[in-house]
């Protein structure tokens, strides 16, 4: 495989990457913000996929440590656009 077919299939993942965050992130932050200007809404509740993590065999309910910082995931999206 030569380098230019390399750089193809990561700006490729980076689109499908940045399109699932767009949609999971940032689609929740819209909903949250539309809630807040629900005057009668007495309740939100939100499920959430925080608990998969795919590299484990079975999954707790908790949040797993991780390498990365949403913020910094955020803005790398952002820039690539």
Request: one cysteine or more.
């Amino acid at each position: 495989m030569n380098l230019n077919m390399i750089k193809i299939r990561a700006n490729n993942l980076f689109i499908i990457f940045r399109q699932q965050l767009k949609t999971n992130v940032m689609g929740t932050k819209a909903i949250i913000n539309l809630c807040r200007e629900l005057k009668k809404l007495d309740v939100f509740i939100y499920v959430s996929t925080t608990y998969s993590n795919p590299l484990e065999m079975v999954t707790e309910e908790k949040v797993y440590d991780s390498t990365a910082y949403a913020l910094d995931i955020l803005d790398s999206a952002e820039y690539s656009k």
